[in-house]
């Protein structure tokens, strides 16, 4: 009974009846509470309801019934941390998802990239927490406008649960709204600090870290990065520790060996250039 449950909750999901799906998976949950796939499946359908306190449960569920160190339980890690990183807790979320990227690595398992993805998210996101403590210390004015934005933005979204828990909106509709209160606040503190900047004639600028200068192993700034076949790169010793032990690609799990890797010369080019002007990113 359970499992024909799950497997309508599936259909409805894949028909993007996410509200039926997940009470389907419920259903299906409350019959057999042992079931990890079921939390599992509850989680990625809340995710797309923008329900991310609920996906954190379900997700922790997952992992529980699984056990920590098992690597079928690495897909629900993801969504933990993708939970976590949505709620505002990178730092948590970091944590979750490198302790499960390396294990991923380990056992040659399909959630690497994905993995890998939400540990830089998690680091951005710290980096970021940094940086604006740094330019509201710098500028009181930068700081005290911003949290005027911050202010408007937890208002509003008081006021959208409100109008959800009144049934005046729907829970797609009521994520979308979320999302987009979201992505208008961000967009604010940008225009404030890029005036900020102008203004300051660049003392008031946040520092920022290019993505393709990171790592996809340590997820520190490359000094000597190298190109695998499948054309992605990483700092040397990383990646040529990891392919000694590993024997394969990190990412498309190809078999590769240490002469495969190529010296990216433009992209050590970029990074000692970057380095030479932002010493402070050594230690972002």
């Known amino acids: 009974m359970a499992q024909e449950l799950k497997a309508k909750g599936n259909e ?12 389907f998976f419920s259903q299906a949950i409350q019959k057999n509470p042992h079931d990890a796939t079921f939390f599992t499946n509850r989680a990625v359908t809340r995710s797309k309801l923008a329900k991310w306190a609920d996906v954190e449960h379900d997700a922790r569920a997952a992992i529980e019934i699984y056990g920590l160190k098992n690597p079928a339980a690495l897909k629900s890690q993801n969504y ?6 949505c709620l505002q807790r990178p730092q948590e979320a970091h944590d979750v998802a490198s302790d499960a990227y390396q294990q991923s690595l380990a056992v040659k398992n399909a959630q690497s990239e994905n993995l890998s993805r939400n540990v830089l998210r998690a680091k951005q996101q710290i ?3 940094r940086e604006t403590a740094r330019l509201r210390e710098l500028n009181e ?14 208002r509003a979204l008081a006021e959208l649960q409100g109008r959800l828990e009144r049934g005046e909106i729907g829970e797609i509709g ?4 979320q999302k987009a209160l979201h992505e208008d606040a961000d967009a604010k503190i940008r225009n404030l600090r890029e005036a900020f900047r102008v203004a300051s004639n660049g003392e008031v600028q946040e520092r920022v870290v290019p993505d393709y200068l990171v790592d996809g192993i340590t997820f520190e700034i490359m000094h000597d990065p190298v190109i695998t076949p499948s054309g992605v790169s990483f ?8 392919v000694e032990k590993a024997g394969v690609d990190p990412l ?3 078999p590769i060996s240490v002469h495969d890797l190529k010296s990216n010369k433009a ?7 970057f380095l030479a002007k932002n010493g402070w990113a050594v230690d972002w």
């Open 235 to 242: 700092d040397r010793l990383a990646i040529t520790k990891y």
């Open 12 to 23: 409805l999901y894949k028909a993007g009846d996410y509200i039926g799906a997940e009470d």
């Open 141 to 154: 004015t930068l700081g005290s406008v911003e949290a005027l934005v911050e202010a408007d933005v937890t």
């Open 267 to 273: 992209l050590k080019a970029a990074s000692a250039e």
């Open 80 to 85: 933990l941390a993708e939970a976590l990183l």
């Open 174 to 177: 009521f994520g979308e709204d």
């Open 252 to 254: 498309t799990r190809a």
């Open 127 to 129: 980096w970021a927490a």
